[in-house]
């Protein structure tokens, strides 16, 4: 009997850093060489930067969810399912599947990517009453939601509750946020002139943030640019304030500002998925501290990239890590399959060393600043950059189709003002689309491995 068998490399997560390392291997190493398994609870790579113009109507939420299994060369084992522990000693990781079952998946190499959750704080109210931003589901939510405020303004007899309902609050000034609010407000500024018994001016968006300055690192010139655009439009920006409590009808500023609203979006940034957390490994800020070949020191076979990881930023150097974007998790893909297959033949691993190459917002319409290799750009210019760069970033010909022609039915036709009403009759906020609970500790984590502790 044959009982030799390949190495074993899992993949945990299907964001840009899971995908690419996965298309990598697939490439470069043979199929008789290692068995390669992907663990994901959707078959699909999600291009986040986009999810504001999902949520605002401008793409439909399958033009930026590319399919895991439309390719016909792909040989990856696709786990359906997500990793909730992983035994380092043991070397297996511990995968809730989507059908609710708990198994061991034992491993040669692994590569963590399992990305990141939504960044909260210990606010009353913040998880009960806030959307967030972070997934599809959210996204195709919150564009229901804001249509239906509008729908529910006009059928409103009260003054106050119309009022109520036509104010919006965004929390964060990154580029998740700012985007956000800058396309959603173009849609209910766009949507309420065909609503002829409510009145435009009671319609207020509201951007704050705790930091000084929105989206610093696009520097003084091109952040006042952005904050100038959103002030024209009417979006009320308040720094250096963020949120006292949330309620179901009202949100309290921590300047003490009491703002009557329905719909609270937070996006106040993100820290690494709770996986990491159940390794017991030393971590920065939450993040899995590696080393720059991003293998984790003193684990043989351990690897992480992404928003779960602490990489060393060597272009930039003086002890930065690199920051949680598409871009390093592009590139950190490719060099972390690159170092695994080096490591699996027994080569010398190199450290991930990247030079950024700029910054893009779409603001939406014809709004939007960029700073592509240090040139900074405004209006036209700049969106034909911001829009070029997400068109040439997604990973099949069927997508960039599809965003296209969204892209310009859009340009033509505006907006359809639909909501779909799937999830109408079921509340949905934050707390309910992160599933952060069911992460286990790394006691329990070694007790399911080892088969001692109790049905989890």
Known sequence: MNTVTRPRILVVGAGFAGVECVRRLERKLSPDEAD????????????????????SGVLTPQSIAVSLRRSKKYRTRIIPGGAIGVDLKSK??????????IVNEPYDYIV???GSITRTFDIPGLTDHAFGMKTLAEAAYIRDHVISQLDLADASQDPVERASRLQ?????????????????????????????????GLIKWHLIDIAPKLMPELGDKLGSSAQEILRRRGIEISLGTSIAKAGPEEVTFTDG???????????????????????GAETVKGRLAVAPEMNLPGNDGVFALGDSAA?????????????????????QGRHVADNVIASLRGQVMNPYVHKDLGLVVDLGGTDAVSKPLGVELRGLPAQAVARGYHWSALRTNVAKTRVMTNWLLNAVAGDDFVR????????ARLKDFEYTDAYLTPEQVREQVEGSGPPL
Not at 420 to 427: I, L, N, V
């Open 36 to 55: 390669v398994t992907l663990v994901t609870p959707f078959a699909y790579q999600l291009y986040l930067p986009l999810l504001p113009q999902v949520a």
């Open 92 to 101: 297996v990781c511990v995968i809730r599947t989507i059908t609710d079952e």
């Open 112 to 114: 963590l990517a399992p």
């Open 168 to 200: 919006f609050v965004v929390v964060g000034g990154g580029y998740a946020g700012t985007e956000t609010a800058a396309c959603l407000q173009r849609l209910t500024h766009a949507a309420v002139k065909r609503y002829p018994r409510l009145d435009s």
């Open 257 to 279: 500002r009491v703002i009557p609203t329905r719909t609270l979006i937070w996006t106040a940034g993100v820290v690494a998925s709770p996986l990491i957390a159940t390794l």
């Open 311 to 331: 990489v060393p930023d060597l272009a930039k150097g003086d002890g930065a890590m690199c920051p949680p974007t598409a871009q390093h998790a592009l590139r």
């Open 420 to 427: 779909t009403g799937f999830q109408a009759r079921k509340a």
